[in-house]
């Protein structure tokens, strides 16, 4: 960063520090993972700074010839990855992706039923905070109070009755695997569109660990710095007679100039995705999430679902007493790093929470297994038990810093 310490040392210091952070700290939010250095290089490419507005072929600023080879060839790449008839890598996020989709074949007004994001949803698929649901009208379907999986026969009586013009299937914070023979099931039953937004699962699926969407859907949407880790930007993946639709809608319909770099990156992504290293790391990333969740239950805290079969796991900590606010501050105050969540039915407030999300993606990328995941899950509980004990705490952040030290996210790591 020899430019950018010359320029502006402030903002070269902020980055150092975050870096440092990143090492020194556990990642375990499920939304996150830690990028190869090659994904970090394309990002920060010269790419950046080409305006580049339309589709290979058919740009509207010249000297796109390079442009155009990144983006046939990222194209090339997702489709083949995940068996797409057409993939549109343009969206800046999961959110723009989301919106195109709607946007491309329903007009303002029309339904659309999703998951509550109380139960695992997310924002953009209406919740009242997103602008979503001021341009479409949305119902949620939710969980089995008794399995807290998703009642189908829930979201079929939903369907008949709503007559619904999509169907999402997705979630940011659901721990189990999604029927989506079932859910294009009931979607064509309704004649609705089917959505799936994969957009934490987009690396399992690209792996081939857990059923893939792809075939069911409609569209399918997802973000690329998540489980694929290929840093930060959007992806739609559809059927053919949307490729039109979707191309349109996303330019010159919402966005400009595509982010090159970010594309760049989405290449390298997929193509380091195809390799059998990545697929082993998915493999790792399941057992981890297993090896947190039976380690949470020996200790005593209710899994939501009672387990998981991907990359995260909702632990209810009513058992000891505990909220999702304190026990996110007191694992970050020794270096570990999660997210308080909902669980279905809190009765907390949701920036209170009964609930922390724990994702696998971050310490399986540094190399750990179930040896340190068992470690982590006793430094969490001696961690939040605690409180404030100083002496206890003072323990737990020199173990963690260990931790980091012998499983580096980048010095000597593959990364
Ligand atoms: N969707 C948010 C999450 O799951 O945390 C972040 O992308």
Do not use: W
């Not at 990143?22 to 950046?48: C, K, V, W, Y």
Request: charged fraction near 20%; hydrophobic fraction near 40%; aromatic fraction near 6%.
């Amino acid at each position: 960063m020899q430019h950018l310490s010359n320029d502006d040392p402030e903002v070269a210091r902020i980055i150092q520090r975050e870096e440092a952070r990143m090492e020194n700290t556990l990642d375990l939010i499920a939304a996150e993972n830690h990028a190869p250095r090659s994904i970090l290089e394309a990002q920060g490419s010269i790419f950046s700074t080409k305006a580049a507005e339309g589709y290979p072929g058919r740009r509207f600023h010249a000297g796109c010839m390079f442009a155009d080879e990144l983006e046939n060839l990222a194209i090339k790449r997702a489709g083949h990855l995940f068996g797409a008839d057409h993939a549109n890598l343009q969206p800046h996020s999961g959110v723009s992706a989301n919106l195109a989709v709607y946007f491309s074949v329903l007009d303002v007004g029309d339904r659309i039923l999703s998951m509550k994001l109380s139960h695992g949803g997310h924002l953009s698929h209406g919740d009242p905070s997103s602008v979503t649901s001021h341009c479409f009208k949305f119902r949620h379907y939710g969980l089995d109070a008794q399995t807290e999986r998703i009642d189908y026969e829930e979201v079929r009586r939903i369907a008949e009755e709503f007559k619904p013009h999509m169907i999402i299937a997705g979630a940011s914070s659901y721990p189990r695997l999604i029927d989506y023979q079932i859910m294009a099931e009931v979607a064509r039953s309704v004649s609705a569109y089917l959505l799936v937004d994969m957009a934490h699962i987009a690396g399992l699926v690209a792996a081939g660990v857990i059923p893939s969407p792809v075939p069911h859907a409609d569209f399918v949407t997802f973000t690329t710095y998540k489980t694929l880790k290929g840093g930060r930007g959007g992806v739609i993946l559809c059927k053919k007679e949307h490729a039109g639709k979707i191309s349109k809608t996303i330019f010159p319909g919402a966005q400009g100039t595509p982010a090159l770099n970010l594309l760049a990156a989405k290449a390298v992504c997929f193509k380091l995705a195809m390799e059998s290293g990545f697929k082993k790391e998915q493999i790792k990333t399941l057992e981890n999430a297993n090896a947190f969740a039976s380690g949470f239950e020996k200790k005593g805290y209710r899994i939501v679902s009672g387990g998981t079969d991907n990359h995260l796991v909702l632990v209810d900590l009513r058992s000891k007493g505990l909220t999702g606010d304190v026990a996110e501050k007191t694992l970050e105050s020794v270096g570990i790093v999660v997210n308080r969540n909902v669980i279905p039915g809190d009765p907390e407030k949701p920036d209170v929470t009964s609930g922390i999300r724990i994702g696998s993606p971050g310490v399986t990328a540094r190399g750990m297994g179930g040896v340190e995941v068992a470690r982590i899950v006793e430094l969490m509980d001696t961690a939040m038990v605690s409180g404030d004990r100083s002496d206890a705490l003072g323990t737990v952040s020199q173990e963690v810093a260990d931790l980091c030290q012998g499983f580096p996210v980048y010095k000597g790591h593959r990364s």
